[in-house]
């Protein structure tokens, strides 16, 4: 990979920096699905308030979402399906980030539910287009310099080395 | 690099397939549980033909029984949320209204109901909307009680008796303050509370009555 010559090609690539980010949003993720999974009903009103998805699929998405973003976070946190996780989490803010953005410019004054679902808590907003450009730049980092730092499947790839290895070490 | 996208796409599948059923699992055995499809927002509108209209006043919802209020305005159409209203039953609304995921069962009203209802002094009006939009302009003698802030104004309704009919609004069309609202007041016992989902916009446009928060109030 050429970027990976030169300074912020090494930066970037650098295995403490894809660890933090990980971490980070690992964390984010983590910390974001709690609220949602022990609240579901107030999760799907205001994914409802959204008015982007037709109202029958609300509840559905609102007991699944929470959980994917539950399980990759872990994933990026313990480094297991890391890379999996990382474009799964890009596709994720890529949609919350389109829903954001057709809030804003539709003018709703609803609350984001992006880290908790109480009313007053944070509303659709530029901050929160903010955040969410950052955390897609996080995940695509990730995604494609992701490597097996201080990750589980490095060390399960070391355990039956011929099969994994290829794949994890790049 | 084939085979990683391969991969790639096999981990997300089986991802989303554990989320899905970790997440309908767990949904199942909460106390929070919520049902997996979600009924579609429904208010009932209070009948303007007669069909429905005397037996509201039954679980105390409906319109004065003495009223003779003649509907015969256009109801509202094209909106978002509009159900056809005539086709709901009192058992279904009775047994909807228990579930706290969905503020169903409360009776929504059309202009003229509201209206009349303004004109003979029967209603409390609470305006669901943000404070600051209340001061801008409201329904004459309207309370302000924003429902994101429902907890903190809800002590302005300490001192009404719980059969006072109480009538939310909020801006109409797209707004679903006025539902919330509602819901909320009749959770907390108000037995005559009712949407009135045209709104601000409905009201203004029609040239009735309004004040401003530096209007002197009658």
Redesign the interface.
């Known amino acids: 990979m050429s970027m990976k010559n030169g300074l912020i090609g090494r930066l970037v690539s650098n295995k403490y920096l894809l660890l933090a980010s990980r971490f980070v949003l690992g964390f984010v993720f983590i910390y974001a699905s709690i609220d949602k999974?022990?609240?579901?009903?107030a999760f799907?009103?205001i994914i409802?308030?959204y008015?982007i998805l037709p109202?029958?699929?609300?509840?559905?998405v609102?007991?699944?979402?929470?959980?994917?973003e539950?399980?990759?976070g872990l994933?990026l946190v313990v480094g297991l399906?890391l890379?999996?996780?990382a474009?799964?989490v890009t596709a994720l803010l890529t949609l919350f980030l389109a829903s954001l953005l057709t809030s804003v410019i539709r003018g709703?004054?609803i609350s984001c539910g992006c880290f908790t679902v109480t009313?007053?808590a944070a509303k659709v907003g530029p901050m929160r287009l903010a955040e969410d450009i950052l955390m897609i730049l996080m995940s695509l980092h990730i995604a494609v310099f992701g490597t097996g730092f201080a990750a589980v499947e490095t060390y399960l790839s070391e355990l039956e080395p011929t099969e994994r290895r290829t794949?994890v070490q790049r | 690099m084939k085979?990683?996208k391969r991969?790639?796409v096999v981990?997300?599948v089986g991802?989303?397939l554990?989320?899905?059923v970790?997440?309908?699992l767990?949904?199942a055995v909460?106390e929070?549980?919520?049902?997996?499809?979600?009924k579609?927002?429904s208010i009932t509108w209070e009948s303007d033909t007669g069909t429905l209209g005397n037996n509201s006043a039954g679980s105390g919802s409906g319109v004065d029984k003495d009223s003779s209020i003649e509907y015969h305005e256009q109801k509202p159409v094209d909106r978002?949320l509009e159900q056809p209203r005539s086709m709901v039953r009192k058992e279904r609304v009775e047994k909807e209204s228990s579930d706290?995921?969905e503020p169903q069962g409360v009776p929504a009203i059309t202009l003229s109901q509201a209206y009349d209802l303004f004109q003979r002094h029967k209603a409390v009006f609470l305006d669901a909307r943000?404070e600051s939009e209340y001061r801008l302009g409201h329904i004459k003698g309207a309370i302000s009680l924003p429902?994101?802030?429902f907890e903190k104004h809800a002590v302005q309704l300490g001192g009404l008796p719980v059969d006072t009919t109480l009538v939310t609004y909020c801006d109409g069309g797209?707004c679903?303050l006025s539902m919330?609202l509602a819901f909320e007041l009749s959770q907390k016992g108000f037995r005559r509370v009712k949407v009135y989902y045209g709104g601000w916009a409905e009201w203004v446009s029609s040239n009735h009555p309004i004040e401003k928060d530096d209007d002197n109030r009658e």
């Open positions: 999974i022990s609240h579901p009903g799907a009103d409802a308030n008015r109202g029958f699929v609300t509840n559905i609102a007991i699944v979402l929470p959980w994917v539950l399980i990759c994933s399906f890379r999996t996780a474009v799964l709703l004054d009313t007053d794949r | 085979g990683e991969r790639l981990e997300g991802i989303m554990l989320c899905s970790l997440g309908v767990y949904n909460s929070r549980g919520i049902p997996p499809i979600r579609s927002p978002e706290l995921n943000h429902f994101n802030e797209e679903d919330k």
